[in-house]
């Protein structure tokens, strides 16, 4: 009879239990893997790398693919860079303090292919005076005499997983390629005796296509 009642008890233990798994709200599938933050890849457009505004010995060479503009992209390439400021007034402080300051560089852009590369033409804003300014074709040396301010497509920036930082950070231009066709590029880039007092202004190398006008 004693062992009748213990198998009832465990029988009432397993069906209590069994209730208590059912009674459990279902668990949510863990999304944090597929929506969690993207990371950015330092070989495709839009990128960024580390860039000082300081005296260069060297260019810097970036390798990277260009993919196809995205819906709210135009087919202008921007090679610029991203300045910050601790808020918005501060970046757009040192926006201007970088375009005053005639911040010079020499660039050049090649398209690489199998056993040959082509050169890309490149244009930049030039200002003559009081006139409208105007976009022209960089020289054969490449080089750039400031850099201007510029809009890119920061949804394309946003979604490859860089921050925008839009309320500390304005973006200038050194050039542009326009109508680039996607493909790989090679851009090297050298600073040409900047001001030593832009040493200590945070920037960034960026790479970006335009964004598409309404």
């Known amino acids: 009879m004693r062992s009748i009642k213990l198998v009832l008890s465990a029988l009432m233990l397993c069906s209590s239990g069994a209730m208590l798994v059912a009674c459990q709200p279902a668990q949510a599938p863990d999304t944090a893997a597929r ?3 993207v990371t950015p890849r330092e070989d495709v457009v839009p990128l960024v790398r580390p860039l000082s505004l300081t005296a260069m010995d060297e260019p810097l060479i970036v390798e990277f693919e260009l993919p196809p503009p995205g819906p709210n992209s135009n087919t202008t390439l921007t090679l610029g860079l991203r300045v ?9 402080a040192v926006a201007r303090t970088v375009t ?3 911040l010079q560089a020499e660039l050049k852009l090649v398209r690489l292919g199998v056993g040959n590369e082509a050169p890309i033409l490149l244009t930049r804003r030039e200002y003559r005076g009081h006139d409208a300014s105007q976009i022209v074709p960089v020289g ?15 949804t394309a920036v946003e979604q490859a997983g860089i921050p925008i930082r839009a309320s500390s950070s304005r973006t200038l231009a050194f050039a542009w390629a ?3 066709a996607p493909g790989t590029y090679r851009l090297e880039l050298k600073l040409i005796a900047p ?15 335009q964004h598409r006008s309404k």
């Not at 910050?84 to 757009?92: I, K, N």
């Not at 030593?196 to 202004?201: G, H, N, Q, V």
């Open 100 to 102: 005053e300051s005639d």
């Open 140 to 154: 054969v040396d490449g080089r750039v005499p400031q850099v201007v301010l510029t809009s890119i497509d920061t």
């Open 178 to 180: 326009p109508d680039v």
């Open 35 to 37: 929506t969690g933050p």
């Open 195 to 209: 001001d030593p007092e832009l040493a200590s202004i945070e920037s960034e190398l960026l790479l970006a296509y």
């Open 84 to 92: 910050f400021g601790a808020d918005d007034a501060a970046s757009a």
